[in-house]
């Protein structure tokens, strides 16, 4: 739907109480996962790791 990013960024903070909270924004190209190393070498010289990683 497009909106994960802007829902992550809106609403979630770490910390252990109000007064320790830090806000973790969170970057496009964290929709995605990387690829494990041992899977892109199965898959062919040369395979593209997804962006931002």
């Known amino acids: 739907m497009g909106v994960l990013v802007s829902q992550v960024n809106k609403?979630?903070?770490?910390?252990s109480?109000?007064?320790n909270e830090k806000?973790?924004?969170m970057q496009d190209f964290q929709v995605?996962?990387?690829i494990p190393q041992?899977?892109?070498?199965l898959m062919a010289p040369n395979f593209p790791q997804n962006p931002g990683y």
């Not at 609403?11 to 910390?15: A, S």
């Not at 041992?38 to 070498?41: K, P, R, W």
């Open 23 to 25: 806000v973790f924004p």
């Open 38 to 41: 041992d899977q892109i070498d």
């Open 11 to 15: 609403y979630h903070t770490f910390g």
């Open 32 to 34: 995605r996962w990387p």
């Open 17 to 19: 109480a109000s007064t």
